[in-house]
């Protein structure tokens, strides 16, 4: 059993290396693939004196100039070569420890897509609006493709990698949430979610998403229902 985890990245120079450190402490066989996304505030530089120490199933991508999670997530889709692949932001609000909990419904066989829920018996530390967009997409979701998830927007998204190796996106922000959803569910695949631990940073700190990612949310999600 082999975990591809995709690290798309941009403007984290405060985080990435511990996050990546948090990554590669993972007693699991791994591939890591961090897509730097066109960053301006050192964090290239940083990656490419990191990388030189790493074995050689860690790699860096870059794209030379900004394009969007979704953009990243595709570059990073191109290179994976495990059983199973993982999303992991380059932020500290995910905590990679959770990927045997992740995991085990997929070694199991209970299903091929899992969601790590920040909502499952979990109060996570966030912002009264970006709870309330959670809960309002994550409610569309399931009105529109008849799932009962309780997360969609979860960074958190773990799948075979048959399951996404063959599919098109088209997202570049993070438009890529809904529509990988919205995709994995036409195919009449089961998403299982395990409850996972969160920390929210504040927008201070480096958080990017905002209210017009919600809108392109919204949108994604009614497009592909039609």
Known sequence: M???IIVPVYNERYTIIDVLTRVLAVDLEKQIVVVDDGSTDGTAELLEDWVRRQPDWVAVRRHVTNQGKGAAVRTGLREVTGDYVIIQDGDLEYDPSDYSKLLAPLVEGDTRVVYGSRFL????RMFFSQRVGNVVLTMLTNLLYGASL???ETCYKLFAREVVSGMTLTGNRFNVEPELTAKVLRKGLE???VPVSYVGRPYAEGKKINWRDFVSAVW????LRV
């Open 150 to 152: 309780t997360d969609m």
């Open 2 to 4: 082999r975990l591809s």
């Open 191 to 193: 998403i299982v979610e």
């Open 220 to 223: 994604t999600l009614l497009r």
């Open 121 to 124: 018996g979990n109060n996570p």
